[in-house]
């Protein structure tokens, strides 16, 4: 678990549980956000983590106006898995605002994504951020910059 369903709970409902069930299939929330003196209801997919289900998973980005992947900073083989599903996901998407977030900065002494990975990432193009689900810690930021990202390509 890399903490997805739990960034939007923190988003959404401004709570932490650290006895979220795994995601099975697709969860929807809604929050109404301001972007440049507007306010834009963001549709939030969580979708199961597991994505050996081939294309299943996929297809629900189709028609997506931006998107998160998610990696867990305590397991660095998270990292390379979102990566992997970046790639497959803007193949269905095509050039939409996204963002790579590395979670649980609570437990940043126990990462194994170090700064010298997350730079790597950045020098190819990628927007990072460090996340907490559990402070909340750049959670709000996450929503937002995503959101802003999308308003100014005119995806709303």
């Known amino acids: 678990m890399v903490g ?3 960034l939007v709970a923190q988003f959404v409902h ?3 549980s650290d006895r979220y069930l795994s995601t099975l299939g697709v969860k ?3 929050k109404l956000v301001p972007v440049a003196d507007e306010r834009y209801m963001l549709m939030l997919w969580d979708m199961e983590g597991k994505h050996d289900r081939g294309d299943v998973q996929i297809a629900y980005l189709r028609g997506a ?3 998160f992947v998610v990696a867990d900073g305590t397991r660095r083989e998270t990292l390379e898995e979102a990566l992997a599903l970046r790639e497959r996901a803007l193949e269905v998407t095509g050039p939409v605002p996204h963002m790579l ?9 126990s990462w194994q994504v170090t700064d010298a990975d997350i730079k790597e ?3 190819k193009g990628l927007r990072v951020l460090k996340t907490s689900a559990k402070t909340g810690f750049n959670t709000a930021e996450a929503f937002l910059n995503l959101a802003r990202d999308m308003h100014e390509q005119s995806r709303f």
Do not use: C
């Not at 977030?101 to 002494?109: G, I, M, P, Q, R």
């Open 4 to 6: 997805k369903t739990a």
């Open 14 to 16: 401004s709570i932490f």
């Open 28 to 30: 929807i929330s809604k």
């Open 65 to 67: 106006m931006g998107f």
């Open 101 to 109: 977030l590395v979670n649980k900065e609570d437990l940043a002494s």
């Open 121 to 123: 990432v950045e020098l």
